[in-house]
């Protein structure tokens, strides 16, 4: 977001002057003004205000770059309806998965990492923790197993929420437009994120669903599983140390998910026939396949 209104106003009769800035919609707005000058400043007023004006500058596009993003949730739940988005997906590991259920709710890597319990590492973690994302919790609007015909790279397990959360949470919710693992320094806020609900309408189609993620903001506990109408374990027919995996990792999930009184149906996943998941777990190490599948 760049200014798009600078005005200024000297007046070497009134001997003062002024200026100020306006950011678009969103109303950033800085004024100065000068008491009356001196006789021998009025010659050095354009140069003052040449420098206030990039001082202001700098501060606006700082201010701008740190931006809440934080979005009209009751909008966002209507727009998700508009486009037929009934459920949103959070995909993970069996091993955090289990904390989760035994926490009863979704928590971000920060909250984990602070209630000292078990969450799969992640080679994303120390960018999360540089980009202020350590604290959300991340949700996609697509099943992307199924939309890609691939394994979700965040793990065999998915938990699948009613959008009707957002009607009630407290917690901000912002979506972004692309994956925080291609986020650079030198991004705004508004590169990162979409600014409003409108603005999400029109530029919707422009990014992959992949990219926009809906982060529920500054995560602290457990959250949305008053929400969760069931986990899917992907299933990719291989046998690890003589057993099945995907019987491995069910009979984990619904030991967890008795041993803590829930209610939760653990059910396989059905792949088309295009689908190449199974090509790459067949693909992968033993140490990954137990980083996926195991506790
Ligand atoms: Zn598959």
Redesign the pocket.
Known sequence: MVPNAIVFVLSAKEGSYAFASRFGRHGWRFFYEQAPLQKRDKLRAPLRLSILHALNFVLCLSITKFKRMKLDKFKLHRFFEEKGITHLHHANTVATALTFIEQKGLLSRGAVDKLQLYQTPQSSDRKDKVFNIWNDVFLDTHDL??HF???NRYGPVLFKFSIDFLLKTKSEIWVTKDNPIRWTKGMRNSDKYFSSVSRMKREWDNYKPERRMITVRKNSRAILFKYLEEITV??PRLLLDEIDLFRVARRQLRRGIKANDLDINVKA?K??SY????DNYYEKSVRDLRRLFYR
């Open positions: 197993h199924s015909g691939r394994d992907d299933e996943r792949c088309p689908c190449y998941c199974e």
